[in-house]
């Protein structure tokens, strides 16, 4: 764990309570075991470590734990009393404590007509009152009866968002291709590198295409810079346009109405949500406006099905039997007691390419924290560096370092079984080679196995044997194997769920406040420091050396590259 800078007098408890101290004691004991030998001692391993849950099967069998790990991991949730944090997360308490603010991403996929309070206001209404100008919106769209400044209908759409404004929409829209809209395109930029959005608008027309300004706070410079980007390239393509035409092709999702209308958003077309919903949770409200564009309301509402029915699922079963808890305190198991830092999501379906990369920042940025709840310094490791790429392509990048690097790391092997293209034998490639990586995994290969196979290879032994220790496999390496039958709105909707209560329960087990994110705001508010020194071209505010070195050279390099183009 790194070693704090800022020494807090007040230490976090967790490693001193009994549940915690009893998995340490545990962990010694257990630490060597093989998984081979677990799933040897006992045949039914897949049927009492497997849960199904509608048309997802989770695996966890292949995880170094035994009964008493699992009952001892249940007994620290237990200790930290997730089922009662639960309820009040569900019940619109101001969990979000640094914030004072209500986290009810839930409420926003609520199917059950329950009413969610926040401040003894039912939010239902409004929730469904924004989903339903969401719905008259996008079918005005959709159907091309939303037209533009020239009398055209819309067929290109860009969402202009960053972090939980962007990563979420974008994934749902790759993750549901098969149900995209045959001729509307969306498209989404993030970068300030005005190279992407230059790329972008290159294969565009000012008439066709219908911009999302998509921000919680609507003050997040990247994306301003974007949206006015995007309005002046509007503006010099358009030629004499007025208000009214800008309306028709600029839309504003924000929490945020007096921004919005600075920027110069007419608020009739701006969508909205709350406070009490995080940026990176927020994919279900209307930040998800470009991907309901994409693939249709009604899809969205499966994909907010499918989220609640994990929700019930979260809140009615008990922690043992629970998706959700169950991969929360694995996590743990491997992050807090065999030190892994790292672990990885491997998706086998290309629809699912930006799962690792919507996961790193739900994770990474809710329990990325080193401070817990009351202020006090966290003696132990807390959330772990999520990471990961499609599974089949990382088999022949980054899979050597899982199979025979020296470090442990944790996986979540994800696939779905039926797809929506299937052609010839690629199916049975693909899924045969995601069965066969967790057992590879798991398995490894002893001396004798790798004997007994150059034998059967016919390769000498005596000549292989400098070759031999590099042929071995440790095996032992966890797995989680997610596998949906088919990834329609619903199943999608389910999984996303499962990975935010996931996260949900290892910050109240590590007794951390998910829901803020405090450690972005210092890089942003240097960035602006040094966006005045570059801009004004004096030096205005102290810095090491290190950054002042690279503020001149940036400064020499450009004055360089203005005065070549002068000549
Ligand atoms: O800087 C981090 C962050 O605040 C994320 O939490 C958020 O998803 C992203 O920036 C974008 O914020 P906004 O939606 O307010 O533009």
Redesign the pocket.
């Known amino acids: 764990m790194r070693p704090a800078r800022v020494i807090l007098n007040a230490k976090s408890p967790l490693i001193n309570t009994p549940a915690w101290l009893a998995l340490l004691d545990h962990y010694k004991k257990v630490k060597k075991i093989h998984m081979l030998d677990l799933f040897e001692k006992d045949p039914q391993r897949f049927e009492r470590y497997s849960i199904k849950f509608n048309d997802m099967l989770l695996d966890f069998s292949k995880n170094r734990v035994t009964d008493e790990t699992m009952k001892l991991l249940f007994d620290l949730a237990r200790q930290a009393r997730v089922e009662e944090w639960r309820d009040k997360m569900f019940n619109g308490e101001k969990i979000n404590n640094t914030e004072g603010r209500a986290v009810l991403h839930t409420a926003l996929r609520n199917r059950s007509g329950r009413p969610v309070f926040v401040d003894d206001e039912n939010v239902m209404p409004a929730v469904e009152a924004e989903l339903e100008k969401m719905r008259v919106f996008s079918e005005k769209v959709r159907s091309g009866q939303w037209i533009g400044y020239a009398g055209l209908p819309i067929t290109n759409v860009v969402n202009i968002?960053?972090?939980?404004?962007d990563l979420g929409p974008n994934m749902v829209c790759r993750a549901l291709t098969p149900y995209a809209h045959n001729n509307i395109r969306v498209h989404f930029v993030s970068n300030v590198d005005g190279t992407h959005i230059d790329q972008m608008l290159k294969h565009l027309r000012p008439e066709t295409t219908l911009f999302i300004v998509?921000?919680?706070?609507?003050?997040?410079q990247e994306?301003l810079t974007n949206a006015n980007t995007a309005k002046k390239w509007f503006l010099d393509g358009a030629g004499r346009v007025t208000e009214d035409d800008i309306a028709k092709h600029f839309v504003a999702v924000s929490t945020n109405e007096e921004e919005v209308e600075k920027f110069g958003i007419d608020p009739v077309n701006m969508f909205r949500f709350w406070d009490w919903v995080?940026?990176?949770y927020?994919l279900w409200s209307a930040v998800g406006l470009a991907s309901i564009i994409y693939i249709g309301m009604d899809n969205f509402i499966e994909l907010l099905e499918g989220a609640h029915e994990m929700d019930e699922h979260f809140r009615s079963e008990s922690l043992e039997s629970n998706m959700p808890v169950i991969l929360a305190m694995l996590g743990i198991w491997y992050g807090n007691f065999f030190n892994a830092e790292s672990s990885a999501v491997l998706p086998y379906d290309h629809n699912l390419r930006m799962l690792p990369a919507y996961l790193e920042?739900a994770d990474m940025?809710s329990n990325g924290k080193s401070v817990d709840r009351q202020g006090r310094q966290t003696t132990y490791s807390t959330g772990k560096i999520i990471w990961g790429a499609e599974g089949i392509n990382g088999q022949h990048a980054f899979y050597q370092l899982l199979h025979q690097g020296t470090r442990l790391i944790p996986t979540d092997f994800i696939a779905s079984i039926q797809s929506d293209v299937c052609l010839r034998n690629h199916c049975d490639i693909l899924a045969s080679n995601f069965l066969a990586q967790t057992e590879a995994l798991m398995r490894g290969r002893n001396m004798d196995k790798t004997r007994e196979q150059l034998e059967k290879a016919g390769i000498e032994l005596h000549k292989a044997e400098n070759r031999l220790p590099h042929m071995i496999f440790e095996g032992n390496q966890p797995s989680n194997s997610i596998v949906i039958k088919k990834l329609t709105p619903r199943a999608l909707g389910s999984l996303l769920a499962m990975y935010e209560h996931k996260i949900f329960v290892q910050g109240i087990v590590w007794n951390l406040n998910s829901y803020d994110?405090w450690g972005?705001e210092l890089g942003?508010k240097l960035a602006k420091n040094i966006l005045q020194e570059l801009e004004s071209g004096e030096n205005m505010h102290e810095h090491d050396s290190s950054t002042q070195g690279l503020l001149d050279w940036f400064r020499e390099v450009r004055r360089e590259s203005m005065e070549s183009e002068k000549q």
Do not use: H, M, N, P
């Open positions: 968002g960053i972090g939980g404004s998509a921000s919680k706070t609507f003050t997040t994306t995080g940026g990176r927020s920042q940025e994110q972005v942003k």
